[in-house]
């Protein structure tokens, strides 16, 4: 699928993307620090080194994303699905994984 959907390097800290259809966006290295995404699609998306410290990614679907290096610190993915996700060397500290789906997500 053709990706028209580019963000990477932009700073879109504190912007509310809430329900936003993301698939296979380019957001690789953007600034995304507080955000809202609940609920937005990310399926497919390449985030490679995105900053989601302290984002709202309740619900968010990252199934098959590359969120390799991307920050998640203090960021809520609550019930987030990261199924088949790749999350090399991504900072999960401090974050709420509480009924996250990672199944065959790679570490």
Known sequence: M????????ANLQNT????????YANFSGANLQNANFSDADFSGANLENANFSGANLEYANFSGANLQN?????????YANLRFAD????NLSD??????DFSGAKF
Do not use: I, P, V, Y
């Open 2 to 9: 053709k990706n028209n959907k580019n963000f990477s390097g």
């Open 87 to 90: 999350l090399q060397g991504a």
């Open 16 to 23: 509310d993307f809430s329900g936003a259809n993301l698939e």
């Open 95 to 100: 974050t709420n994984l509480n009924n996250a």
């Open 70 to 78: 991307a920050n998640f610190s203090g960021a809520n993915l609550e």
